[in-house]
T-cell receptor
Framework: QKEVEQDPGPLSVPEGAIVSLNCTYS??????FMWYRQYSRKGPELLMY????GNKEDGRFTAQVDKSSKYISLFIRDSQPSDSATYLC??????????????FGQGTILTVHP | KAGVTQTPRYLIKTRGQQVTLSCSPI?????VSWYQQTPGQGLQFLFE???????NKGNFPGRFSGRQFSNSRSEMNVSTLELGDSALYLC?????????????FGDGTRLSIL
């Protein structure tokens, strides 16, 4: 079983829809949570970074973390065709022997059609 | 501010050869991590360097190695290449080491083994 599980999709939505992307994790030591967006032939781009349970909002994006359920989500409001990409959730430990190591989900392929 | 720069962008090698990939982190960033991305396994952690020292290593064979220079630039080397080494190799940098540091990725080096 992978430490971080993410539904690979693909997910196809019409422009303007609200998109919900989700991951679950199994390791209680994970303290930091990130969402990355990756366009074809490009590296992952950091969208959101959070370390506590609750919501964090940045423009059309909201990251939600529920540590009690080990569940993380990314919501995209008013989705645009330019949001079409692969979305990756990632987690990391606070320290210890896991310096610099991000553990990723498999990624969800999102297509927003006009 | 320039992002993470990886060279070369594309590389074609044959089995048994060795290869060296280069990464220049964001100016001021001192931690560099390397990841391998494949369609089947997703993004997997290779190793992390800070202050010219390898601080953490993923579950990869000894054919994969790396180093970091005093200016924080990093290289990774893969010896005795195998077909399964075909992948996108991504470098990420962060200001300091530790799981609480968000990592910023370059666009990767696409390595193809014939």
């Amino acid at each position: 079983q992978k430490e971080v599980e993410q539904d690979p999709g693909p997910l196809s939505v019409p422009e303007g829809a609200i998109v919900s992307l989700n991951c679950t994790y199994s390791n209680s030591a994970f303290q930091y949570f990130m969402w990355y967006r990756q366009y074809s032939r490009k590296g992952p781009e950091l969208l959101m970074y959070t370390y506590s349970s609750g919501n964090k909002e940045d423009g059309r994006f909201t990251a939600q973390v529920d540590k009690s359920s080990k569940y993380i989500s990314l919501f995209i409001r008013d989705s645009q065709p330019s949001d079409s990409a692969t979305y990756l959730c990632a987690t990391s430990n606070a320290g210890g022997t896991s310096y610099g190591k991000l553990t990723f989900g498999q990624g969800t392929i999102l297509t927003v059609h006009p | 501010k320039a992002g993470v720069t990886q060279t070369p962008r594309y590389l074609i090698k044959t089995r048994g050869q060795q290869v060296t990939l280069s990464c220049s982190p964001i100016s001021g960033h001192r931690s560099v991590s390397w990841y391998q991305q494949t369609p089947g396994q997703g993004l997997q952690f290779l190793f992390e360097y800070f202050s010219e020292t390898q601080r953490n290593k993923g579950n990869f064979p000894g054919r994969f190695s790396g180093r970091q220079f005093s200016n924080s630039r990093s290289e990774m080397n893969v010896s005795t290449l195998e077909l399964g080494d075909s992948a996108l190799y991504l470098c990420a940098s962060s200001p300091r080491e530790g799981g609480n540091q968000p990592q910023h990725f370059g666009d990767g080096t696409r390595l193809s083994i014939l």
